[in-house]
T-cell receptor, first 114, second 113 residues
Framework: KAGVTQTPRYLIKTRGQQVTLSCSPISGHRSVSWYQQTPGQGLQFLFEYFSETQRNKGNFPGRFSGRQFSNSRSEMNVSTLELGDSALYLC?????????????FGPGTRLTVL | AQSVTQLDSQVPVFEEAPVELRCNYSSSVSVYLFWYVQYPNQGLQLLLKYLSGSTLVKGINGFEAEFNKSQTSFHLRKPSVHISDTAEYFCAVSLQGAQKLVFGQGTRLTINP
């Protein structure tokens, strides 16, 4: 079974631009979560989608948004990029259940904002 | 709110020596506990998890962890490490029934030959 895939793997943008990152979950997984990883702040939860609905949201500004499609694929968008948005963005998918399910992480998209 | 503290940012050990990576958490409600490993330029991989039951949890690659409710700790151990265990290790918690993970700051494990 194929793992979680994220595209692109690397991205360079300039301040003020916007960016869209894509995540394809493992087949059969309906929950997709996004995390931001930086050296200073560590791993922080952005949001979780399930059945095309945002089910949980972290403490990030409105410039960060996401969506999920009917095939469970998800995208996240960052508008008006700032230097501090440079990070590794990780996507994770999991089966639906009572919780405690393993989240399978993709390799991440490394975003550099110049 | 939940929080996780990993007490050591870096742990150097010699190959074949035992290692313990420490993790304390804070939560007013019951949580699930996890340890993830991240190798360079890769995503995170689950080592083990505690949901309920036995407080000693065995995971992949010879790792184990012990849940201690009174001390709110979930320390990770391995009796004999290998060069290939060099990586960053993250402790995380989630509320029961939720997917959101709250991570600690990570512990970089370096294995010296």
């Amino acid at each position: 079974k194929a793992g979680v895939t994220q595209t692109p793997r690397y991205l360079i943008k300039t301040r003020g631009q916007q960016v869209t990152l894509s995540c394809s979950p493992i087949s059969g997984h309906r929950s997709v979560s996004w995390y931001q990883q930086t050296p200073g702040q560590g791993l922080q939860f952005l949001f979780e989608y399930f059945s095309e609905t945002q089910r949980n949201k972290g403490n990030f500004p409105g410039r960060f948004s996401g969506r999920q499609f009917s095939n469970s694929r998800s995208e996240m968008n960052v508008s008006t990029l700032e230097l501090g948005d440079s990070a590794l963005y990780l996507c994770a998918s999991s089966l639906v259940g009572p919780g405690g399910n393993e989240q399978f992480f993709g390799p991440g998209t490394r975003l550099t904002v110049l | 709110a939940q929080s996780v503290t990993q007490l050591d940012s870096q742990v150097p050990v010699f190959e074949e020596a035992p290692v313990e990576l420490r993790c304390n958490y804070s939560s007013s409600v019951s949580v699930y506990l996890f340890w993830y490993v991240q190798y360079p330029n890769q995503g995170l991989q689950l080592l083990l998890k505690y949901l309920s039951g036995s407080t000693l949890v065995k995971g992949i690659n010879g790792f184990e962890a012990e849940f201690n409710k009174s001390q709110t700790s979930f320390h990770l151990r391995k009796p004999s490490v290998h060069i290939s265990d060099t990586a960053e290790y993250f402790c995380a918690v989630s509320l029961q029934g939720a997917q959101k993970l709250v991570f600690g700051q990570g512990t970089r494990l370096t294995i010296n030959p």
